[in-house]
């Protein structure tokens, strides 16, 4: 059997440096809404092109350039249908996950993301010097709409990352969950349907916390689950059997994560659990999307995915001892903390 031909280094590395094509197209696809056109059936380009108000020849070439890497597949010359990737272009799709690329490719995002060059001779947010602001969370608190949209992605986001957590995990022994900086309470209304016999604590600011009202009555957990307003740097509620903090230290630095944990540890009891849900960077060259990950967090705030070895100090610094890492087939790893 003849193997596929390897790609010299020249066309391996042109191809690399273009890469951003393949976010524009998929931000144009998701914007007009073809993965949606295509739930029952294969459609022509014509037709793609009349439902969506497009130029046919020019939206050929988008999908044709999808296709090549599985996003839709021309299922027969000019006819396109959807892949298990395009999938999550769907907007009926629970787990769609539409608005990611949408939100790369607005404006702010995109400039921060275009000059990664100043925040590595700086060390400094790329945000900083384009929008006078210290990180992302302060512009979006200024853009209510980019504010939503991002909202949206972190939502599926979550859906998707702590789905097979959510799922497998033991909370048998747990009666009440805190979940610090929960937002507006996607993993806490997912783990409190699964368990029924469990309450909780949504804990966040206060206007967030207030605002997950209607979110979580949605879910129909409402009635178990408390909100409480507060600041995580100064405190965090007591009560709870287990902790849970997902995709924040993401955002922080050294310091303030340490602030944080030891609140954590202040409120928690001697055999809580404390479950942080976050990004691991593995060692070595091998690929990663954590990696990359990294680089937006640089251009983005002054915090970043860690290693495990990273992570084990700062929670030691913090007051908890690392006591396994559950890893699964998604971008987030559960690592399970107890006290010192």
Not at 65 to 92: H, Q
Not at 164 to 184: E, H, M, Q, W
Not at 301 to 329: C, H, N, W
Request: hydrophobic residues 40%; negative net charge; proline residues 5%.
């Amino acid at each position: 059997m003849n193997k596929p031909p390897t790609k010299s280094p020249m066309i391996a590395f042109v191809e690399l440096a273009s890469k951003y094509w393949i976010s524009q197209a998929l931000n144009v696809a998701a914007k007009l809404g073809i993965a949606d056109f295509l739930t029952q059936e294969a459609k022509t380009v014509d037709e793609l092109a009349q439902a969506t108000n497009s130029h046919a020849s020019s939206l050929y070439r988008l999908l044709r350039c999808l296709a090549s890497v599985g996003v839709f597949t021309e299922v027969e010359p000019y006819r396109f249908g959807l892949t298990p990737i395009a999938e999550y272009l769907r907007s009926d799709n629970p787990y769609s996950l539409r608005d990611q690329p949408i939100m790369h490719c607005e404006d702010w995002h995109w400039r921060t993301t275009g000059t990664m060059f100043d925040a590595v001779k700086t060390g400094k947010p790329a945000i900083n010097h384009l929008f006078q602001v210290n990180s992302y969370w302060e512009y979006l608190v200024q853009h209510p709409e980019s504010q939503a949209l991002f909202d949206r992605v972190m939502l599926a986001s979550a859906r998707n990352f702590y789905s097979p957590f959510v799922k497998t995990y033991d909370f048998s022994n747990c009666i009440k969950l805190v979940d610090v900086a929960g937002g507006r309470g996607s993993l806490l209304a997912s783990i409190l349907k699964i368990n029924p016999h469990m309450k909780g604590i949504l804990f966040d600011m206060p206007q967030t916390v207030e605002e997950a009202g209607q979110f979580l009555e949605k879910e129909g957990v409402l009635d178990r689950c408390e909100r409480i307003g507060g600041n995580m740097f100064e405190s965090v509620p007591k009560g709870g059997d287990i902790y849970t903090i997902s995709y924040i230290f993401i955002d922080w630095d050294d310091e303030s994560i340490i602030k944080v944990l030891k609140n954590i540890r202040n409120a928690i009891a001697e055999n809580g659990k404390l479950l942080v849900l976050d990004a691991v960077v593995p060692p070595g060259d091998e690929y990663s999307w954590i990696k990359w990950v990294d680089l937006e967090e640089m251009t983005l705030s002054y915090g970043g995915p860690r290693t495990e070895s990273e992570f084990t100090k700062v929670f030691q610094a913090g007051g908890f001892t690392l006591s396994r890492i559950l890893t699964m087939d998604t971008p987030c790893s559960v690592m399970e903390l107890i006290p010192a």
